[in-house]
């Protein structure tokens, strides 16, 4: 039997009750684009999205190329999920299959996307401190974040990944990314949460989630180790240890 010795799988815990962000290693192929899936879309469009929804209880994926974002559904169990979906994410990142299929360009919802040429100086700049500063936080949780609009003060913003639906997106949004904008650009008074329209199948994203990043910096997240023999290992200090 060969090893694969580059190939790892690492699940860490996001601040969604029901997300985890598997982080893969080597990257997936996906041509530096991030997108989000809520049903399963055809082979042409992602297959790789394709192949997770499939599998029962996995409700939406957030697909990077350093990492998988998975929600779950109410009753699922991760470790079953985690079974099902590992083969799948090794056999992508292994076989260096591409993530997205030809059709994904129209597929995507591209409604929520402002023409950057039609965006006034104020709403760029605010567009670029999100991608600069709050992206990379908000990563780091397993989210993304899609710039939806600026209007008189105003910046909308569209929550994907573990951010989508969790308990804390509107502390997120209030204690962490709005008070970091008004903070850069004194244009800014507050902002909103976009909800996420149906889509075609996929969204398009950028990226967001972040409130305890911002405000905490203890780094106790608990990041575990899917490994096929003995299911979730700890890899980092358990809260409340």
């Known amino acids: 039997m060969t090893l694969d010795l580059q ?12 997300s985890v962000k598997w982080v893969v290693r080597p990257a997936l192929r996906t041509e530096g684009r991030v997108c989000h899936f809520r049903n399963a879309p055809g082979d042409r469009v992602s297959p790789l999205a394709e192949a997770l929804l499939s599998i029962a209880g996995i409700s939406e994926v957030l697909i990077t190329d350093a990492f998988v974002t998975v929600t779950k559904s109410e009753e ?5 999920l985690a079974e099902a979906l590992s083969p799948v994410l090794r056999l992508y990142a292994t076989e260096e299959r591409p993530a997205f299929g ?17 965006l006034s100086p104020v709403a ?19 989210g993304e974040v899609l710039f939806v609009d600026f209007q008189e ?5 569209l929550l994907q990944g573990a951010c989508s639906g969790c308990p804390s997106s509107t502390q997120t949004l209030k204690f962490g990314i709005e008070e970091r904008l008004r903070a850069a650009i004194p244009a800014v008074r507050e902002g909103s949460l976009r909800s996420d329209p149906p889509v075609i199948p996929p969204q398009t994203p950028r990226r967001f989630h972040l409130a305890r990043r911002v405000h905490s910096k ?17 890899a980092g200090p358990t809260p409340g240890a």
């Open 7 to 18: 190939y790892q799988l690492r699940a860490e815990r996001t601040p969604n009750p029901h």
């Open 76 to 80: 699922a169990q991760w470790p079953a």
């Open 102 to 118: 030809p059709d994904l360009d129209m597929a995507r919802d591209l409604r929520s996307a402002p023409d950057p040429e039609a």
């Open 124 to 142: 760029r700049e605010v567009r670029d401190f999100l991608d600069r500063e709050i992206r990379p936080l908000v990563a780091q949780d397993g």
């Open 153 to 157: 003060g105003r910046v909308s913003v």
């Open 218 to 234: 203890s780094g106790d997240q608990c990041a575990r180790v899917w490994n096929s023999s003995r299911g979730f290992c700890p």
